[in-house]
């Protein structure tokens, strides 16, 4: 099975600041990795596709980079609304995600 | 509108049953695959299992194989998890979502709360 570790757990951020969590899958996936953005109580919402792909509607401070097993996820400049967990996933063989990164108001 | 919804949680006891349904509309339902993924109380995102478009393919998670099954039907824009031998590490929220074949999951229900407990 493939397995995806995600870094930080916890990030303690202020509005306007550049976050980065990465992902690291346990064997090379392609190009099948996603990003998803989960508040409390709701189902996760999909941001990016395709390591890269930005979903429909998805602001463009969000952003995706990577290859094979590193993979990178950038907000350009962190809003009020962009406080939530958020999780890497690959699709190369059935669905595993990240164990999540927690992004919190510093 | 795209809309995925579930019904069928609920509270269970240990060794029960319980259906999760998932309803879906305004999509071309038999284009998309769907998928079932749940999340326990404060814990992480774990895929549980997935049907192709025309129930060919079936996949599932090591960790509900042979208690749960999924199935599908394109008439009634459904798909449907079965599980038995409920255990209370089942316990957690439910979400369908659907994807294109080799994709991942573009929109998602609200989830459905399953609680297996004595």
């Known amino acids: 099975d493939i397995q995806m570790t995600q870094s930080p757990s916890t990030l303690s951020a202020s509005v306007g600041d550049r976050v980065t969590i990465t992902c690291r899958a346990s064997q090379s996936i392609s190009s099948k990795l996603a990003w998803y953005q989960q508040k409390p109580g709701k189902a996760p919402k999909l941001l990016i596709y395709k390591v890269s792909s930005l979903e429909s509607g998805v602001p463009s401070r969000f952003s995706g980079s990577g290859s094979g097993t590193e993979f990178t996820l950038t907000i350009s400049s962190l809003q009020p609304d962009d406080f939530a967990t958020y999780y890497c996933q690959q699709y190369q063989t059935y669905w595993t995600f990240g164990q999540g990164t927690k992004v919190e108001i510093k | ?118």
């Open chain 2, 1 to 118: 509108e795209v809309q995925l919804v579930e019904s069928g949680g609920g509270p269970v006891k240990p060794g029960g049953s319980l259906r999760l349904s998932c309803a879906a509309s305004g999509f071309t339902f038999n284009n998309y695959n769907i998928n079932w993924v749940r999340q326990a109380p404060g814990r992480g995102l774990e895929w549980v299992s997935s049907v192709s478009t025309s129930s060919i393919h079936i996949w599932y998670a090591d960790s509900v194989k042979g208690r749960f099954t999924i199935s599908r039907d394109n008439v009634r824009n459904s798909v449907y998890l079965q599980m038995n031998s409920l255990r209370a590490e089942d316990t957690a929220v439910y979400y369908c979502s659907r994807s294109l074949a080799e994709g991942t999951g573009d929109y998602w229900g609200h989830g459905a709360l399953v609680t297996v407990s004595s």
